[in-house]
C-alpha cells in the first residue's frame, strides 16, 4: 500500500499573535471591561493552541507512517490526541469569537464587518457535533458501553484506490478525520484555522501600538 497526504500546511501565526499579549499586558487591554477582554483573550489563547495542535498532529501523522523499522503506534496515538484537542480548542474559540461579534463596541463592528466561514451555523455545528462524538465515546468506555468492533477515538482516515500502474497494490489517500459517521477533511480544518488565524491577527492589529486613552467601549 502506497500513502498519501494531503494535510495542508498552515502559515505559522505565532509570533505575530505573540503581538496582541505584549500590546494587552503592557500597552492597552481591548476595552474598559474585564469581561470582554477575558472573551478577546479566550479566543486568541485558544486560536493559538489549535494551530500548535494540529500543528503536532501532523508531524505525529506523518512520522507514523514514515517509520518503517516498527509499527509506531505511539505517534499515531499522539496524533490522534493532538487533533481531538485541535477540534474541541477550535469549537471553543469559536463559541467566544460568536460572542464577541454580538457586543455592542467598536472591536465588535470590526469583527462583523468581514464574513467569517468557520464562525457560521453550519460549520460552528460541525465542530460542536464533532467534539460532542469525541466526548460521548469517552463516556460509552468508561460505562463499558461500547460495542464490539465500534471506533472510540478521532481517526486519521481516507480513500484507498488500486495503484494505476501496480498491480495489486493500493493507494490510500490521508485527507481526513473521521469518529462514527462524522468526518472533517484536513483541509477543512486548514482553511478555517487559517480564518480564525486571520482575525486574531486583525484584533491584535485593532489595539494600539503605544499607549493612548480612546474612550473604550
Known amino acids: 500500500m502506497y ?14 499573535l505573540a503581538q496582541y499579549w505584549l500590546k494587552a499586558l503592557f500597552i ?12 478577546i483573550s479566550t479566543y486568541v489563547r485558544l486560536v493559538e493552541a489549535a494551530l ?16 518503517h523499522s516498527s509499527v509506531n503506534l ?45 464562525a457560521t451555523d453550519s460549520i460552528a455545528d460541525r465542530f460542536r457535533t464533532i467534539r460532542h462524538e469525541i466526548h460521548h465515546l469517552e463516556e460509552l468506555v468508561m ?16 480513500p484507498e484506490v488500486p495503484h ?20 472533517v477533511r484536513f483541509s477543512e480544518l486548514a482553511e478555517w484555522l487559517t480564518e480564525m488565524a486571520n482575525f486574531a491577527l486583525k484584533i491584535t492589529d485593532f489595539l494600539p501600538s503605544s499607549w493612548s486613552n480612546p474612550n473604550k467601549e
Open 3 to 16: 500513502v498519501e497526504f494531503e494535510l495542508p500546511e498552515i502559515p505559522e501565526h505565532f509570533s505575530s
Open 28 to 39: 492597552q487591554s481591548p476595552s474598559d471591561r474585564y469581561q470582554i477582554n477575558a472573551l
Open 52 to 67: 500548535i495542535e494540529y500543528h503536532l498532529g501532523a508531524i505525529k501523522l506523518r512520522e507514523f507512517w514514515s517509520t
Open 74 to 118: 505511539g505517534a499515531m496515538h499522539r496524533s490522534m490526541s493532538h487533533f481531538e484537542t485541535c477540534i474541541s480548542d477550535m469549537y471553543r474559540a469559536t463559541n467566544c469569537f460568536r460572542r464577541l461579534r454580538r457586543d455592542k463596541n467598536h472591536l465588535s463592528r470590526m469583527l462583523c464587518a468581514e464574513r467569517a466561514n468557520f
Open 143 to 158: 460505562k463499558e458501553q461500547i460495542a464490539d468492533g465500534q471506533p472510540f477515538a478521532l481517526k486519521p482516515d481516507g
Open 164 to 183: 494505476p500502474t501496480k498491480p495489486n497494490q493500493t493507494i490510500k489517500t490521508i485527507d481526513r478525520l473521521v469518529i462514527g459517521t462524522r468526518e
